[in-house]
């Protein structure tokens, strides 16, 4: 892991200071993608400028939440499927000699 670093970001207007191990630009897509989401709640009709970015926050954690959700159902529905295949395996291949299958 790399030593956290300080870095200078522009979010909505305000100048904040914070120490990550991630890179700059990586930060800055980040509080890109944060003022996006504003703006698209600002031309939806939302004037105030913290409710706007309340309700970003609570979209983004909805959407992070669902795809850990689809995640784990993915990886759930793997196990399953792998779980038939070696299953199927069994019944399809012979015994090795002196197996006790």
Not at 7 to 19: A, H
Not at 32 to 44: D, F, G, H, I, T
Request: avoid cysteine; glycine fraction near 4%.
């Amino acid at each position: 892991m790399s030593e956290p670093r300080r870095i200078e970001l522009n979010l909505l207007g305000q100048t904040l200071t914070i120490r990550s191990e991630a890179t700059a630009d990586y930060l800055r897509r980040l509080a890109r993608y944060l003022e996006e989401r504003v703006a698209q709640l600002k031309r939806s009709g939302v004037a105030d400028p913290l409710t706007a970015l309340s309700l970003a926050a609570l979209d983004i954690t909805d959407e992070l939440f669902r795809a850990r959700e689809d995640k784990k159902t993915d990886a759930d529905d793997v196990g399953a499927r792998i779980g038939a295949l070696v299953a199927l395996l069994d019944k399809v291949t012979p015994p090795e000699p002196g197996s006790r299958r």
